[in-house]
């Protein structure tokens, strides 16, 4: 059964070229055409908002017929409406929930996050209750929590109960999201916090947490700060950078992280030296030589989390637009990510680029960028590779 008897909807032409169905019906592959239709539609969202109704109608008519349907075709539909925000797809989430998991994928977790919390966490808290699943579904779950932040306040004794199992982690991080309403876990993240209780790599996240949800910023900026000091566990950086000017006694040692071998810690500990101190000046160029124009997208670089950065200081990060600009007009930006989410890290890379552009020169985003100058474009050569741009550039 076709997802669409009438005829696919049209995808952009940057999704269409990576998703060209159409042949796999032509070269007699039926199956593989639906796959393929199946993940873009999934990580569609907003772009096939025009045809809604069309897929809300696909969506209806497979409920009816669920039994003879595979589970992936409902799936497609129902995460293709979930991605617009659209409620129509809440009868596809019920039924897929009935045979759970409901997901297994963080970002499809990001694309559930679309949906009101209030409307979704009904059909998530009875999976929520049971013993903690396998270990992706888990994280997923815990993922689309952590999304809704404050909203998904109903969930926290749910979330409590992930503490002192392998997703301690990912719990922790959804009530610090939460904030306030999570107050009520505030002696058990002291606890973590301390190393009273849980491993000690938890401690970092845990005493975030508590701040989170106490107001109380002791405890982070204790155990933040002796991480960060140590010259060794730079996983305190970003709590640091949450904290901000309250931070100030460690914006030493932050500094001397910018000059770190490791481009995450360079990105982290300028990110968090701009925040406490409100000084762009060292910061913006350990930022800008990370944007790599040539980033294919593979996690090992911090190449997104830069090109925030760099937008959240504004204006006095003007130096970065053209690079900027010049990568959010290429055809193809990003070539590792795995089919499943190709569109998806596509989209989420346009939109920081689009978001830092406004706030550094607004108004830039829409016009044609010329290419970069040849300082800012890694050449063809041994020595280009991670740290080539940042090397250039000093």
């Given at each position: 059964?076709?997802?669409f008897p009438a005829g696919p909807p049209a995808i952009a032409p940057r999704h269409r070229s990576r998703w060209d169905y159409r042949r796999s019906w032509a070269a007699g592959r039926p199956a593989?055409?639906?796959r393929q239709a199946g993940r873009a539609l999934t990580q569609a969202g907003p772009a096939l908002s025009a045809h809604a109704d069309r897929i809300a109608a696909s969506l209806k008519k497979r409920l009816g017929l669920f039994v003879r349907v595979s589970r992936h075709e409902v799936a497609a539909v129902t995460f293709a409406l979930a991605g617009m925000g659209d409620l129509r797809a809440l009868p596809g989430l019920q039924r897929l929930a009935q045979d759970p998991p409901l997901t297994y994928n963080r970002a499809h977790a990001r694309i559930l996050a679309a949906l009101p919390a209030v409307e979704l966490l009904p059909t998530l808290l009875p999976g929520l209750r049971r013993e903690p699943d396998q270990y992706h579904t888990s994280t997923s779950m815990l993922e689309l929590l952590a999304a809704w932040g404050p909203a998904a306040a109903p969930a926290v004794p749910e979330?409590?109960?992930y503490l002192g199992t392998p997703y301690a982690y990912d719990a922790l991080r959804v009530l610090g999201r939460i904030g306030p309403a999570a107050a009520v876990a505030a002696s058990r993240l002291a606890s973590?916090?301390?190393g009273r209780q849980g491993p000690g790599h938890l401690r970092r996240r845990a005493a975030w947490a508590h701040?989170?949800?106490?107001?109380?910023p002791t405890?982070?900026?204790d155990v933040c700060g002796v991480a960060v000091r140590s010259g060794t566990a730079a996983h305190g950086l970003p709590f640091l950078a949450g904290l901000g000017p309250l931070a100030a006694a460690h914006a030493d040692a932050v500094r001397g992280l910018m000059e770190s071998p490791g481009a995450w810690t360079r990105v982290a500990a300028a990110?968090?030296?701009r925040r406490i101190t409100g000084d762009p000046e060292p910061a913006v160029p350990v930022l800008l030589a990370e944007?790599?124009?040539?980033?294919?997208?593979?996690p090992a670089m911090p190449v997104q989390e830069a090109v925030r950065h760099l937008g959240e200081i504004g204006a006095q990060a003007a130096a970065a637009a053209p690079l900027l600009g010049w990568i959010l007009a290429q055809e193809e930006r990003l070539g590792h990510p795995f089919d499943s989410v190709r569109i998806l890290a596509d989209t989420a890379y346009v939109r920081t680029l689009t978001e830092a552009l406004q706030r550094i020169a607004p108004g830039a985003a829409g016009s044609v960028p010329a290419p970069p100058s040849k300082e800012l474009v890694p050449v063809s050569s041994p020595a280009a590779g991670p740290g080539f741009l940042r090397r250039r550039l000093r």
């Open positions: 059964m076709s997802l593989a055409a639906i979330v409590v109960r973590y916090a301390t701040w989170r949800v106490t107001g109380d405890l982070a900026l990110h968090a030296y944007v790599d124009p040539v980033w294919t997208g593979r």
